[in-house]
């Protein structure tokens, strides 16, 4: 019987570290490698849980930091964990708290204890220690919880980073004393900013703690692509071949393929949503703007290709005049669109990473010359 949390590996590319795999959950496999959609607030914006099942979506997040102020993780607890409490049977995964730390620069104090921090809603502090940040997620219930860490600016100098990782692992010994739930996988994250070194130091010492799965933190905090393919490059070797590998808050084409190609498994980004929600259409690696003037007489699928409930129903002059009627359901039409086209991408490699195809048919994305602007 396959254990609740096991990796399996079923297919690996002859030319790189990309892998082919299948990640067990108690709430179902996810096969990898996967884009997962972002649902913050214990949703993906503006898409309800029966639409994101035909987007291809498996995993979903949750934000630890964000529930905890609304509405709390008692409530969901109450209500039988956040999968009931959101209507989403999937796996399901919560960050820690840790870049939302990153993300309150102004209005927090970190120390060795924890991280103090007034509430951007009422302005009262709120103290998120590791115990703290693990006892809110083991209430919450989701099947993957992340280590509390500390996420540094870019950039940061190489004692200043030095000395963040030695905290974080610190805190990931601290968060795994008070982890309490044998059925939630509590995933380690290695930071050390753009220092090989510290990466790789950090990535054998985490490697050591034989943890359920590892996640590559501290990226796309205002670092150029370039160096967010070096630190992946430079950290992924060193993670436990046989667990999966997790590259937190990356999501573009380029940044996904070439992080496949060292090694990891699954990715998560609010790009999707975010885009929709300002009129963006991910179609073909392009970011098309639909309130441009040149949609309103096309009559054409937004992606002709894709199978998605928007393309398969609906014109781009219709969501056009959806999105200058400020009609909200142009955001769920273009999100629901946006994330079958990000899962898509990743199932595609997938299925080329089986059929032994993974560099002839992703070059575009794997050569230094590939655009890095269009996810």
Known sequence: ??????????????????????FHTPHGPVETPRFMPVGTLANVKTVTPDQLVT?????????????????????????GGLHRFMGWQGPMLTDSGGFQVFSLSQIRTITEAGVVFKSPRDGHLITLHPETSIQIQNALGADVIMAFDECPPYPSSQEAMQASTDRTWRWLLRCMAAHQRQDQALFGIV???????????????LAQLDLPGYAIGGVSVGEPPELIEAIVKATAPYLPDHKPRYLMGVGTYREMT????????????????????????????????????RFRRDHRPLDAACPCYTCQQFSRAYLCHLLHSKEMLAFTLISIHNITELVGFTQRIRRAILGDRFTEEFATWLTPEAASDPP
């Open 1 to 22: 019987m396959t254990p609740p949390f096991a990796f399996e590996c079923q297919a690996r590319c002859r030319h790189t570290q990309a892998r082919a795999g299948v």
């Open 55 to 79: 987007t291809g979506a498996q995993m979903v997040l949750a934000n630890t930091y964000h529930l905890h102020l609304q509405p709390g993780e008692e409530i969901v607890a109450e209500a």
């Open 258 to 293: 070439q992080a496949i190609a060292a090694g990891v498994d699954l990715f998560d980004c609010v790009i999707p949503t975010r885009l929709a929600r300002h009129g963006a259409a991910l179609v073909g690696g392009e970011r098309w703007n639909l309130k441009n003037s």
């Open 191 to 205: 930071q050390g900013g753009i220092y090989p070194e510290i990466r790789r130091q950090a990535a054998l010492q």
